[in-house]
């Protein structure tokens, strides 16, 4: 009785995970049926997470697609006082703009303004300078760091929407 019981419970669980798994890998097909190829490759986490929320997740897709082809136009900071500041706004074309020119040891203050809530580029990641801050909707946000020579990304958290900071 017991075990039968057990069996049941077993047998129920197992086809729970069963359902389970082929609803998330169903969403993350449908999502990238959606897309291009190569949104597919990197973007398979970022679809599946955001599927359970929104439908945000398409936007994610296409945006990742769309700052992958970015053109190469790189904004220049303004330089005063000994100091250079810049702004980059999220639109729905993703960061914009997607490249920024930066002098190498001046202290850089770089303001970011999210103007659009279709993507998932809600926070700014700048690694190598352990930049980690939120973005909240239209509110301009300031991040300070000295840059080193060299080429750095700026990304969203999930590291889909990106833009490059060419540092000389
Ligand atoms: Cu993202």
Do not use: H, W
């Not at 359970?52 to 936007?59: I, L, M, P, T």
């Not at 990742?64 to 639109?91: C, I």
Request: aromatic fraction near 4%; proline fraction near 3%.
């Amino acid at each position: 009785m017991n075990s039968r019981k057990t069996m049941i419970a077993i047998g129920a669980l197992l086809l729970a995970a069963v359902t389970l798994s082929a609803a998330a890998f169903g969403a993350a097909q449908n999502c990238c049926k959606a897309n291009a190829q190569n949104c597919c490759d990197v973007a398979q986490n970022c679809c599946m997470a955001k599927e359970r929320q929104s439908g945000a997740e398409q936007n994610c897709c296409m945006m990742k697609n769309r700052s992958g082809v970015a053109p190469e136009s790189a904004a220049e900071a303004t330089l005063q006082n000994d100091a250079q500041t810049a702004t980059v706004e999220v639109t729905s074309n993703g960061f914009e703009p997607s490249s920024l020119k930066l002098k190498a040891g001046v202290p850089a203050k770089v303001t970011f303004v999210r103007k659009t809530d279709e993507t998932c580029a809600k926070e700014v990641v700048i690694k190598e300078y352990k930049i980690d801050r939120k973005l909240p909707l239209n509110e301009a946000v300031t991040v300070e760091f000295t840059p080193n020579k060299g080429e750095f990304t700026f990304a969203c958290g999930m590291n889909m929407i990106k833009g490059k900071l060419i540092v000389e």
